[in-house]
């Protein structure tokens, strides 16, 4: 049986959007994020996006992504502008920048971004663990 999490005061599904140009990162994610999922026993969906302009476009009207891991560094539109454009549309949408330039963390408070994480931590996989456990501890209770 899956499980779902309380999120706005309603029960959904975990909805995690992965926006990075970088295949390579893209695929680490959706691995440490799909095995985290499934050892815990979530109702869960994955999306990707290879641009902050291909994320947008999909979710022009409506925000429903629960966690949203973003590169800072992308073409056209970079993260730190994706992150803004989400704010715009929802401040309950988790926020998480996953990157290799940690120049960026101090605007990361300015969209109130949950987690900076960096991609060439050794342990990027304790981290994102770490931070999707902090996700749904948070959403679990909130109301």
Do not use: P, Q, W
Request: aromatic letters at 12%.
């Amino acid at each position: 049986m899956s499980k779902n999490i309380k999120y706005n005061g309603e029960v959904h599904m975990i909805k995690i959007a992965v926006c990075d140009d970088e295949r390579y990162f893209r695929e680490r994610m959706n691995h440490i994020i799909f095995e985290y999922m499934e050892k815990n026993g979530y109702d869960y969906a994955i999306t990707d996006f290879e641009s902050g302009e291909e994320f947008l476009k999909a979710s022009s009207r409506k925000m429903d992504y629960t966690i949203v891991f973003l590169d800072v560094n992308m073409k056209e539109i970079n993260g730190m502008e994706t992150a803004r454009a989400i704010r715009c549309l929802s401040a309950d949408t988790y926020i998480v920048f996953v990157t290799a330039f940690i120049s960026y963390v101090l605007e990361g408070y300015k969209v109130n971004a949950l987690r900076f994480l960096l991609k060439e931590d050794v342990n990027l996989e304790g981290a994102m663990r770490e931070c999707l456990d902090a996700v749904i501890a948070d959403s679990k209770y909130r109301d």
